[in-house]
């Protein structure tokens, strides 16, 4: 694995020879951790915010409010967070949500229903009852694209595809086609502030905690691996694969819809058509970018967290440097293919002319000559 | 007219109901899903003809008018039985489509192109963007959702770069060509898309049953693999499908463009799940191998007559059309694993 050695030449020409080679050793295994890549674009780009706005790493206290750059970031990449931890879990497993973006507005709708309905929509138990029935209408979502595909067998992608598109329609029968408004503080309160923070920086840090202790530290997460390699041979060895895949979809379901009603709290409306849209896209691809393969079989709900994290800084470096909006689905949908090549065996032996099963070239070592 | 046509041949499941063996032989036919399409088609034709009889239901035109509205979603059906005959799919094609109407509107409006001269450009953009999906999957081995999907965003991003907002086309020619129509006996009419519709549907008669490469594009739907050992060029089948897939998505746009007669940045929108939808009630495998392009004509008429019953109801909301499509597209699924799980 380690060819370190029969490269090197000339970059220790500074220090001495053997601290010189043990720091580009080390500089090596970092940068071939997963994790590394998608960090440094994550740094990258926040120092391109930097020239314009010296302030971007601050955060100051306001009105007993946390503020600045980065918790803004924090506040508008929390749902995506979420909905991206639980496509992480259903793409393990080699299956794929679409209907992540749909799930999102069925459950924001549903809550904010349940609220304009209330006799006191400011009451505590009204907010409650509208957060419960939102995420049993994720619930319900996750167990029904769990139930065609793991049960049925029906293609993900299809099974999915089908709530994706009929889920708006549930969404806009839910809000009659109107965006619904509601005027409820208690309601307000679910993605509003607890304390100093935003409250989606807590829920996501939470999911994101428990979700990797259950998978990491219980074999979960290596039963999940296991059905996603090759369900048949997974069921074969034991491993009810058919639970694990069921369980996953719910998981993702639940997953959105938390994101759902973090998303109307914070606006106090539902709109039907436009809440979670393009969120399968901003799932899919801060997956990619976290280094989990679409093939399924392995996952990294790390490296999901850090790519929501790039993608939420690169929206909000692009508006911040005056790039019209609309140029970022054309922006996030090519890096969704670059990604996707780059980790193609046949485009590594291809193009890049590297042999299969060996890691991308490290170009760090290079410029550490210059 | 091709419903009336095939609605004697759906005569033998309700007889063969009672008969346990020819029942299980007919779950293990291919056209089984096809004689369910058509089956319901005339229930519902019949249903609303019974409803709403007096609202003129009963006439030539409303048949015709299944043709005429839905002309853009037969072609971009058509690509997309080629795609999914072949065993893959394509969720490309409700962007390329808005892509297509906003680009043909940006050029006829605001830069006063020639139409003869942007139809075409509009068709080979289609084709290429289909071409280049078709070489990723194939040459790179990835995934054709992953990439049709990124194709998904790239085109209704494109759109929007073109304009932001929706461009209403006031052209001459565009006008003449949308109220262009051909007289049919009996007081109906077609539009000039509903005859482009089924020119196009001819052609992909002829060439999947009549033609070599028809054959190909089954035979890599029934096992990739295998085809390669027969001497199937597999890589430009492919290639050539998502071509034939892109094609067909921009032509549709321009008879979504000539229908609506304005370019919309989400015109389309999730158009994808009703053609594939039509393809998969039409009787096409969602697996690929087997399938019937005329089915997938069934499968579009029996979705224009769910929105034309929606319509004629009038007190329900457009959203059921959606909903209506999902649960028909699951059912039918459905149905495919059932027959799936008899065959074996």
Same mark, same amino acid.
């Given at each position: ?14 220090t ?7 720091? $580009? ?19 990258? #780009? ?8 010296p ?7 306001? !009105? ?11 506040i ?18 080699? @299956? ?21 309905h209330?006799?006191?929509?400011? %009451?505590a ?5 509208? %957060? @419960?029935i ?23 992608? +299809? ?5 994706? *598109?009929?889920?708006?329609? *549930? ?5 009659n086609?109107? =965006? ?10 679910i /993605? ?14 939470a *999911? ?11 074999? $979960? ?10 369900a ?17 979809? =719910? ?28 969120y ?30 790039? =993608? ?17 689905? +054309? ?13 193609s ?16 070239p ?9 | ?12 499941? &309700? ?5 346990? &063996? ?9 056209r ?22 007096n ?60 139409? #003869? ?11 290429? @963007? /289909? ?20 194709? #998904? ?18 052209? !001459? ?34 060439v999947l ?12 739907? /029934? ?26 998505? %921009? ?14 940045p ?8 009703d ?13 690929? /191998? ?15 007559? =769910? ?14 059309? &959606?909903?209506?499509?999902?649960? $028909? ?16």
């Amino acid at each position: 694995m380690n060819t370190v050695g029969t490269e090197t030449s000339g970059t220790d020409t500074a220090t001495s020879g053997a601290s010189g080679n043990e720091a $580009l050793a080390r500089l090596r295994r970092a940068a071939s951790h997963r994790l590394f890549w998608p960090a440094v674009i994550l740094v990258g #780009l926040m120092l391109v915010n930097l020239p314009s706005t010296p302030d971007y790493f601050s955060i100051g206290v306001r !009105h007993g409010h946390l503020y600045g750059s980065l918790i803004n970031i924090l506040i508008f990449t929390a749902p995506q967070i979420l909905v991206g931890v639980g496509l992480t879990l259903v793409i393990a497993t080699s @299956g794929i949500d679409l209907s992540v973006g749909a799930v999102v507005a069925i459950a924001g709708t549903a809550a904010c229903w349940w609220v304009v309905h209330a006799s006191d929509q400011n %009451a505590a138990t009204t907010a409650l009852a509208a %957060a @419960g029935i939102g995420l049993a209408a994720g619930l319900a979502c996750g167990a029904w694209n769990g139930f065609f595909v793991a049960r049925m067998g029906v293609q993900p992608i +299809v099974a999915t595809l089908t709530l994706m *598109v009929a889920g708006r329609g *549930v969404a806009q029968l839910i809000g009659n086609g109107q =965006i619904i408004t509601v005027n409820s503080s208690s309601y307000a309160l679910i /993605g509003g502030w607890w304390g100093p923070l935003p409250s989606g920086i807590l829920i996501a840090a939470a *999911v994101v905690v428990l979700t990797i202790l259950l998978t990491r530290r219980t074999a $979960l997460g290596m039963l999940i691996e296991a059905v996603g390699g090759n369900a048949e041979a997974a069921r074969l060895a034991g491993v009810r694969a058919t639970r694990i895949k069921m369980t996953a979809y =719910i998981f993702c379901g639940f997953c959105a819809a938390a994101a759902g009603l973090l998303l109307t709290s914070n606006t106090s409306s539902a709109d039907a058509n436009n809440s979670g849209l393009w969120y399968e896209l901003y799932g899919i691809l801060a997956v990619v970018l976290g280094g989990t393969s679409l093939a399924g079989g392995r996952f990294h709900i790390g490296g999901t967290v850090l790519g929501a994290l790039v =993608i939420g800084t690169l929206n909000n470096t692009l508006f911040a440097l005056g790039v019209p909006s609309q140029s970022n689905l +054309v922006f996030e949908g090519g890096v969704v293919i670059v990604v996707c090549l780059l980790g193609s065996p046949k485009f590594r032996t291809k193009v890049l002319n590297l042999r299969p099963g060996r890691r991308l070239p490290v170009p760090a070592a290079p410029t550490t000559e210059a | 007219m091709t419903a009336p046509v095939l609605d004697t041949s759906e005569t033998p499941p &309700k007889r063969a109901a009672d008969r346990p &063996k020819r029942f299980a032989a007919l779950l293990g036919s291919k056209r089984l899903p096809v004689y369910v399409t058509a089956a319901l088609f005339v229930a519902m034709y019949i249903g609303g003809y019974s409803r709403y009889q007096n609202l003129n239901f009963g006439t030539g035109q409303v048949v015709a008018n299944l043709f005429v509205d839905n002309c853009y979603l037969l072609v971009a059906a058509v690509g997309a039985t080629f795609v999914i005959l072949s065993g893959g799919i394509d969720l490309s094609i409700g962007s390329m489509i808005g892509f297509t109407t906003m680009l043909t509107a940006f050029l006829v409006q605001k830069e006063h192109w020639p139409v #003869l001269l942007v139809a075409p450009l509009a068709l080979a953009i289609g084709a290429a @963007g /289909g071409a280049l999906m078709g070489y990723v999957i194939h040459e790179f081995e990835i995934q054709p959702f992953i990439v049709t999907l990124a194709g #998904l965003f790239l085109f209704r991003g494109l759109c929007e770069m073109v304009n932001k907002e929706s461009i209403q086309i006031t052209d !001459h020619t565009v006008t003449r060509l949308a109220l262009f129509h051909i007289q049919l006996p009996g007081d109906t009419f077609l539009s000039l898309g509903a005859v482009l519709s089924l020119v196009v549907l001819a052609a992909a008669v002829y060439v999947l049953h009549h033609t070599r490469f028809g054959r190909r594009v089954y035979a890599l739907g /029934g096992n990739e693999h295998s085809a390669l050992l027969m001497g199937v060029p597999v890589g430009r089948t492919k290639i050539a499908v998502y071509t034939v897939s892109g094609f067909c998505s %921009a032509f549709a746009g321009l008879l979504f463009t000539l229908y609506i007669q304005s370019g919309d940045p989400l015109h389309a929108l999730g158009l994808e799940l009703d053609a594939i939808a039509a393809v998969v009630i039409g009787g096409t495998l969602l697996t690929g /191998g087997s399938g019937y392009v005329l089915g997938t004509l069934l499968g579009v008429l029996v979705l224009g007559l =769910i929105k034309t019953l929606i319509s004629f109801e009038g007190t329900l909301s457009s959203w059921w059309t &959606k909903i209506a499509t999902g649960a $028909l597209l699951l059912a039918f699924i459905l149905l495919q694993r059932v027959m799936a799980a008899k065959r074996r």
